[in-house]
């Protein structure tokens, strides 16, 4: 679905929610997705959530025009 969502729009940044736990589903998803994401296991509580969503976008702001994904 990540796949498909950011094919759609290059760059998109996800979160990823997992209940899986140790290194192999952050090398897992790492393979999968490209471009900005951030994998969090639960139990997440919403203020995680919120932070890590707004960390995404803040780094995204901050890219160079140059570097920001462009819709086709």
């Known amino acids: ?3 498909a969502a950011q094919k759609r729009r290059p ?3 996800a979160v990823l929610l997992t209940g899986y736990a140790g290194d192999g ?3 897992a998803v790492s ?3 490209s471009g900005a994401f951030s994998l969090l296991r639960k ?3 919403s203020s995680q ?3 890590r969503v707004a960390a995404l976008l803040a780094a995204r702001a901050e890219a160079p025009l ?3 994904p462009t819709r086709q």
Request: hydrophobic content about 50%; glycine content about 10%.
């Open 1 to 3: 679905m990540i796949r």
């Open 11 to 13: 760059g998109l940044p």
């Open 25 to 27: 589903a952050s090398l």
């Open 31 to 33: 393979g999968a997705v």
């Open 43 to 45: 139990p997440v509580s």
């Open 49 to 51: 959530l919120l932070d």
């Open 66 to 68: 140059s570097e920001r």
